[in-house]
DNA sequence: GCATTCCTGATTTACGTACCTCAGGAATTG
DNA sequence: CAATTCCTGAGGTACGTAAATCAGGAATGC
């Protein structure tokens, strides 16, 4: 049988409530005393029953998401991940809240950030431009006590306590790498497409992607990368200049959002054989991988990440730390075939 | 506020231990009195606390894994993973056996089957073989009341309540247009390599890669499938033989286990040039991916499999649905530049 | 020497559920 | 009509932990 606080309380030949002052960190106990407690619990390889903890004390976790507004798919498909998982509240212990902001716009995310009463907040998730108010901002919450992880895009040089999204250079290097074989011998330009560089996700696609062509793939030459906003209609309207300007073209990686842009402008000109690499599994890009019209999609588990972030949170402000493993979100490769 | 059973009692007007009967389906409740408690739980939405009920009850879930025995590395890294699964035992509940059997013995299993106790077992999850008697067997246990989940390849026509792992055909399919494309414009021969075609795995594995190839990459013929009984040195002779006798071969799919044979029957003849695509990303197969040998590596990630195969067994014996979106197991393309 | 503070023990209640016992009324059986 | 069975209520204890209260002893300060 695995040992409880009452065993501890024999072993060190304290009462019950001395355990549980030490147990909890709370103030007057001596020093000594805290040691032979320790000890017990050491000897005796006591584990805190967490769900018996969390139902004396009443424990829920209430949890803050932050997440762009506007109509970019991904993050639609992220709120609706993260509605979901609200669905379970009940069943994990969490009070779910979801705020939604202007995309582009960081003083909007550090005015929410700064309205986080760490009273009533354990955790926040982001989605976060990577900027130095920002970072501050999430500084600040975490010097008060609340747990934050980033969310789909890091905020390097905070003190987040985690990242719950893909190393966007190695996704960069993965789609040059499909890109450069699927091309095999094919020699000519490849179009880059971006939503905006300051961005840093895309920043670190782009980079990771053109550090591969030039290694491995010398016949293929960079065009762009064409910033779009991730506007669908920009993202199309910039696609179909590019290939009427240059028929060198003659594969696509579009590395943000705007698929549905992408899709038309490409099947404006059918003519052009080209391939294409895109992101993020949404209605328009499984469409159009089913139909041939991309070759592959980069993907990240929206409903992993969601589902992560939350693990996460809870760990940490229970100070436990997560699985790594099960926390590590992978960069996806989804061929016609092996869509889910 | 969440309702707890007493506000199901007062709603229902009726004493705390008749709620208890009819929410535990203990008899001595009359049909009327039932419906009205349910009437009640309906209204309010009443969840049970299951964290709370577990404690009460001290509840344990004893589970066994049935994996096959020998060298076969995908299945010692399956076993770590259940080892590493073990030691969260006391914080999810969980008593967790393994039973090792020998490889391609179908008695074997169902011995390991009809030895488990019903009384003391509530789940079950194994690697088997397709055969009649293991589906019989596995049935056995189902109707004595054991939760049974196929891993890794299932077992289709049982009555086991999940499968974790992948889409077989899926992943053959897959295979198929990697190389396809991967080879693209090269005409020529793709050498395929199997453990053993009475494996269902590896005969969906084939069958889904075949159909693609014929399909859309014509100029491609296969060879094979080559059993192997997924011994390394037997894929590295009968791999070496192959190419030394037919110059046409351009690819190589191994379906099947022994990437050590076939990285070393490849080495061995570094004057051809061959698209490569394996499966299960192990020590050997890393190192391959990395150093060019290998193209792409299709895998099931197994740690997840496994912490799959718990989550699915410990509710069905709740009486649960698992999330279907989190129990799915993906079928992983990792090219160098995106393994984790 | 007395008051104050600090440390500790003892005890109790609570969380939400399971499960047990006991008692009594209603309905059924003979 | 008595005996039996079925249904229900009331009440309690337990699970492992948190947290509160009260009390008493030791150490400290003046």
Request: glycine share 8%; net charge negative.
């Amino acid at each position: 049988m695995r040992p409880t606080v009452h065993d501890i309380a024999a072993e060190a030949g304290v009462s019950l409530a001395t355990v549980d002052r030490v147990l909890n960190g709370r103030p007057g106990v001596r020093r000594q005393t805290v040691e032979r407690v320790e000890k017990a619990v050491h000897r005796l390889g006591y584990i805190r029953d967490l769900t018996a903890a969390n139902l004396a004390r009443r424990r829920i976790y209430p949890l803050v998401f932050i997440i762009p507004s506007g109509p970019n798919s991904f993050m639609r498909v992220l709120e609706a991940e993260i509605a979901s998982a609200m669905q379970r509240s009940p069943i994990d212990r969490t009070s779910i809240r979801i705020e939604t902001v202007p995309p582009f716009d960081p003083d909007a995310i550090v005015r929410v950030l700064d309205a986080i009463d760490p009273k009533t907040v354990t955790g926040v998730a982001l989605v976060a431009t990577d900027t130095e108010e920002i970072r501050a901002a999430v500084d600040r919450l975490i010097d008060q006590g609340v747990q934050v992880a980033t969310l789909v895009s890091d905020l390097p040089g905070s003190r987040r306590v985690h990242y719950c999204g893909i190393d966007n250079i190695a996704a960069g290097r993965t789609a040059g790498n499909l890109i450069g074989r699927f091309c095999a011998g094919r020699s000519g330009k490849v179009l880059v497409v971006a939503g905006s560089l300051k961005l840093s996700d895309h920043m670190d696609r782009a980079s990771g992607f053109a550090a591969v062509l030039e290694a491995e793939f010398p016949d293929l030459a960079i065009v762009g990368p064409v910033e779009t906003n991730d506007d669908a209609d920009t993202v199309g309207q910039a696609v179909g200049a590019a290939l009427d300007a240059d028929p060198a073209i003659v594969a696509i990686y579009n590395l943000g959002a705007g698929n549905r842009g992408l899709i038309e402008g490409i099947a404006a000109r059918p003519a052009r054989r080209l391939s294409v690499v895109a992101h993020e599994v949404t209605e328009h890009s499984r469409r159009a991988l089913a139909d041939g019209v991309f070759d592959a999609i980069i993907n990240q588990d929206c409903g992993h990440e969601v589902r992560s972030a939350i693990r996460v949170l809870k760990a940490h402000a229970d100070g436990l730390d997560p699985l790594s493993d099960q926390e590590r979100i992978r960069i996806d490769i989804f061929l016609k075939d092996n869509l889910p």
